[in-house]
């Protein structure tokens, strides 16, 4: 008798986490075909009844359907994403046009839309609580953006482009975890001229994972590279990094991204075209807190100037410590982190590699987790009898004031073969309790190099909150209907609780009680902390230009009504000179990375919400600022408020409840340097 497939039984697992140790790549193929066929079956007795369309024969129908679909993709998804192998990404290739094309079907369904139609124009009629009320004009508006008002020919022609886009953007992820995977940097003890013990140990971890014994390695996770830019004294081996770098996706033959980009933005295009808007960014930013283009980039226009400025009087300090140290040549991209370094260490009297041994990760996560603790009134508690999908992962539940049980927390913080980089936050199962309480499995994913101990630079540390944000968005999630649960709202919203929560890795308190040397666990000396917090926003400039240059090319590229990105390098070339971009500044993503426009659409026409949510999260915070507390009881409630309701109300009446105001850009402009 052929084994059972684990997604055909019900799980039985600490948690009903699941049961990774049994779910093969050959599992997802009739799991997703068995999934599928029950939505489509339970979507067509919805369309079908012969009752007339009520809420709950409708709209509560219509969130159940998704339930055997969502348990298989989820744990897809994530696999792929962290885990992956030949065979997931064969099933990946196979199978996103056919999901794509699942969820035109019944996007596009006809008697379905019919029902949903009845119930919207009688929908204040209908005595609804407020969060069914938004629920029913959500989905109404999910199924017109997803062209349910179009004619049969228009219809077949949606459903066509989101299955070649599906398809488009796989190959795209698929094509840099290639490259990324694929570049080793390897060195001799020669090599490492510059380097701090904390970087000569990930390098030699590095090289050992990959059967290079006695040597170093500099791998393209950001982990690895970054670090090496700072600190190497080396620039000719600097240079090799930044390129790269700089060069994933854009390699000729069989992963060459550049040809893809130009077919998904012309798709993209049309698709906007045919739902009756101009450019695929007036379609997408429609449905957004800044609701326009226009609205997006005049808040770029807010910062960008202002940080070409700051990022100009640190290119004077960063020609002036090369020209002390011998380099006559002009500065390039592979040596703003080296001499940026350099001049923070003579300005601040701070040096990232003296600092770096008291982030040892463990305590890092542990200030994450009792900070959540302190406002939020959770606690996480490891343990041990969780199956997990790699031996990196770390499991907690997440319990309340009272001990009950909330949510489960996976952690899994290092980079390896076959884990797409960068940081981000998932889940395996989404907080709701339209038929009892469903509580939420959530994954944060980061890309540390594994030491021993493993030690974070600062900027490592505010990413591990970052994430966190967004984990506490998904675990402290109440709500009722599946769609509206955690990190399912706005896209310009979404990061607002994650960028907020960064601010407490600088609380004063939190680094005195978490920031232990590795070796002899001494607390951070009060002398250094004050430097660093004086540090923490050097290179703003920098970091801002990097970030906004991106921003407003996503905008570029989306905003035209018939763009032509076929030749994507000359289009890069022409954008940043036409913007004024430093030389000695790249890109933080250039086309051929950019993941968040190209392995997905969810960035795509919006990566300009980072900014945004800038703006809500520095004004958010200068509210416990003012309070002189971070840790205020009242407004700490009130925030909690936020990352419970999810998507049931609107994300600008959520901000002013619990600012009392809608938000103001100074706290932004001021945090940065930047004001005046």
């Known amino acids: 008798m052929a084994p059972q497939n684990p997604f055909f039984e019900t799980w039985t697992t600490p948690f009903g986490l699941p049961p990774f140790d049994r779910i093969g790549p050959g599992h997802f193929p009739p799991a997703f075909d068995r999934a599928m066929a029950d939505q489509l079956a339970a979507i067509a007795a919805i369309s079908g009844a012969a009752a007339p369309a009520d809420f709950l024969n409708t709209i509560e129908a219509l969130e159940r359907s998704s339930r055997p679909l969502d348990r298989v993709s989820q744990v897809f998804d994530n696999l792929n994403s962290s885990a992956t192998n030949d065979a997931l990404d064969a099933i990946a290739r196979d199978y996103a046009p056919k999901l794509a094309a699942h969820h ?24 609804l609580a407020a969060d069914q009320q938004r629920l029913l004009e959500r989905w109404h508006l999910r199924f017109v953006r997803a062209g349910a008002l179009l004619g049969p020919e228009k219809k077949a022609r949606m459903a066509a482009i989101s299955a ?27 090599d490492l001229a510059g380097l701090p013990d904390f970087a000569r140990d990930a390098a030699a971890a590095a090289a050992r994972e990959a059967g290079l014994a006695g040597k170093y390695a500099i791998t393209l996770a950001r982990a690895s590279v970054e670090p090496f830019l700072t600190f190497s004294a080396r620039r000719d081996l600097r240079r090799q990094a930044c390129e790269a770098w700089a060069a994933r996706g854009e390699h000729a033959g069989a992963h060459d991204n550049t040809a893809l980009i130009a077919e998904i933005v012309a798709l993209r295009a049309e698709q906007a075209r045919l739902l009756g808007y101009q450019t695929y960014a007036d379609y997408r930013l429609d449905d957004t807190m800044a609701k326009t283009p226009a609205a997006a980039e005049h808040l770029l226009q807010q910062v960008w100037e202002p940080a070409k400025r700051k990022a100009a009087a640190e290119r004077a300090d960063l020609v002036a410590a090369a020209r002390e ?171 607002f609780p994650s960028q907020l929560f960064e601010h407490w890795v600088s609380v004063p308190e939190n680094l005195r009680r978490y920031a232990r040397h590795c070796r002899t666990g001494e607390p951070l000396p009060e002398a250094l902390l004050e430097k660093l917090l004086a540090a923490r926003n050097a290179n703003q400039g920098f970091d801002t230009v990097e970030y906004a240059a991106c921003a407003m090319l996503d905008l570029e590229l989306h905003a035209r009504p018939a763009p032509d990105a076929r030749n994507i390098d000359q289009f890069e070339r022409d954008f940043v000179a036409r913007i004024g971009m430093p030389p000695e500044i790249g890109l ?36 416990f600022t003012e309070a002189g507390d971070p840790f205020d009881p009242e407004l700490a409630a009130r925030l909690k408020r936020v990352y419970s309701a999810g998507d049931s109300a609107d994300p600008m009446a959520l901000y002013r409840q619990f600012r009392g105001r809608e938000p103001e850009v100074a706290a932004l402009l001021a945090e940065r340097g930047f004001a005046g």
């Open 104 to 127: 035109s079907a019944i996007m596009l369904d006809a008697a379905l839309f019919a029902r949903i139609g009845d119930l919207y124009r009688r929908r204040s009629t209908l005595g």
């Open 164 to 190: 070649r886009l599906a398809t488009l953007h796989t190959l795209f992820g698929q094509n840099v975890l290639h490259d990324e995977d694929e570049w080793r940097l390897v060195l001799d003890e020669g």
């Open 325 to 495: 140290d011998g380099l006559n040549e002009p500065l390039a991209k592979w040596d703003w982190r080296y001499y940026a370094e350099k001049v923070r260490l003579k300005k601040y009297d701070f040096d990232e590699a003296a600092v770096k041994p008291y982030f040892v990760l463990d305590n890092i996560a542990r200030a994450a987790f009792d900070t959540a603790g302190r406002l939020f009134g959770i606690r996480f508690v490891e343990r041990k009898d969780c199956p997990v999908y790699h031996p990196d992962v770390r499991v907690y539940t997440v319990e309340d004031g009272d001990g009950r049980a909330i949510g489960l927390f996976l952690h899994d913080n290092f980079a390896r073969p076959g884990k797409h980089s960068g940081a981000w936050m998932s889940s395996y199962r989404d907080q709701e309790s339209l038929d009892g309480e469903v509580l939420p499995i959530v994954v944060n994913n980061n890309n540390f190099a594994k030491g021993d101990p493993t030690l974070l630079s600062f900027d490592d540390a505010r990413t591990l909150f970052h994430e966190f944000g967004h984990g506490l968005h998904g675990l402290l999630s109440r709500v009722r209907y599946p769609s509206q649960s955690g990190t399912a709202v706005r896209r310009d919203f979404v990061e």
């Open 588 to 623: 933080r993503h250039r086309p051929a990375h950019f993941q968040h426009l190209f392995a997905g659409s969810g960035y795509a026409a919006g990566y300009y919400a980072y900014l945004w949510a800038a703006v809500l999260d520095n004004d958010g915070y200068a509210a």
